[in-house]
């Protein structure tokens, strides 16, 4: 993304990018910027220093503090050159990865540029892996973190309900063989919704993030995702039976909770065995 709103500049940099196969998009101020960014998630950001409703040290400070951007996504500032020791300090404080003086070095920004696209590929390869179990296909303990994080800030913002299903086996202290743990995750992604989130937080702990779906709703869904994984054969002998706990709200705005308290409290009556809260 390059956000400036001088046309000439814009398009000599998109004509250094463009032929090297990076799609470009514009932002013309600050304030479109950060709409654009928190939109489309660009994997870096070119930012003219003047900007006609803010400075460009500030809107990297903005893109940051508000995660508009992804931390690894490189923001690059530029201005008219020279540029002084002091000037390329404060940019760097500000979060932004270089300083780089007008007009363009074409062969100096697609070399810096691919350096830093090198960097943030392999951090985003990392933390996808942190944030997909293995085994079963399904996210992990972080992942289902963020994601319910941002389908509690869509239900918080239009009013919609949201609950957390947690599934594991009746007793947690028997050994329960592989084999049932993948049958249940594939019987969970064939009850389950398109729109819920599944997920695995434990060695034989299951989640389901069902979006629009208010307490009763997730009771009924629990009950048919017992029915359909509490039963069964596994390589040892019969599956175990399982337990579910189930948190859900009917209006999160209205609840005034943090998305992530109903994925803790659902999980808390399974381990502590406590009846099913809603």
């Known amino acids: 993304m390059i956000v400036s709103e001088q046309e000439w500049t814009s398009r000599s940099l998109d004509s250094i990018l463009a032929p090297q196969g990076y799609a470009v998009m514009r932002a013309y101020n600050a304030r479109q910027a950060i709409e654009r960014a928190r939109g489309s998630n660009p994997d870096a950001v070119f930012i003219d220093t003047m900007l006609p409703d803010a400075d460009g040290l500030g809107l990297c400070k903005d893109l940051l503090e508000q995660k508009a951007l992804s931390p690894a996504a490189p923001v690059i500032l530029y201005r008219s050159g020279p540029i002084r020791r002091d000037e390329r300090i404060e940019a760097l404080d500000a979060g932004a990865w270089d300083l780089l003086p007008l007009p363009f070095d074409a062969q100096e920004v697609l070399l810096r540029?691919?350096?830093?696209?090198?960097?943030?590929?392999?951090?985003?390869?990392?933390?996808?892996?942190?944030?997909?179990?293995?085994?079963?296909?399904?996210?992990?303990?972080?992942?289902?973190?963020?994601?319910?994080?941002?389908?509690?800030?869509?239900?918080?913002?239009?009013?919609?309900?949201?609950?957390?299903?947690?599934?594991?086996?009746?007793?947690?202290?028997?050994?329960?063989?592989?084999?049932?743990?993948?049958s249940l995750a594939a019987a969970l992604q064939n009850t389950t919704r398109d729109s819920d989130v599944l997920g695995r937080i434990g060695p034989m702990e299951f989640v389901v993030v069902a979006p629009d779906t208010t307490a009763e709703g997730a009771r009924i869904l629990a009950e048919r995702v017992r029915q359909v994984t509490g039963t069964g054969e596994t390589t040892v002998g019969v599956a175990p039976r399982i337990r579910t706990g189930v948190f859900g709200v009917n209006d999160l705005h209205d609840a005034n909770l943090d998305p992530t308290e109903l994925l803790v409290r659902a999980t808390m009556a399974v381990r502590d065995r406590l009846p099913v809260d809603a």
């Not at 992942?143 to 299903?165: D, K, N, Q, S, T």
């Open 113 to 182: 540029l691919d350096r830093y696209m090198r960097a943030k590929r392999q951090i985003d390869q990392l933390e996808e892996s942190s944030l997909m179990d293995p085994t079963t296909g399904l996210y992990t303990w972080s992942g289902i973190l963020r994601r319910v994080r941002e389908m509690g800030a869509a239900a918080a913002r239009f009013r919609r309900p949201l609950a957390c299903i947690v599934i594991a086996p009746e007793d947690a202290e028997e050994p329960v063989d592989t084999s049932f743990c993948d």
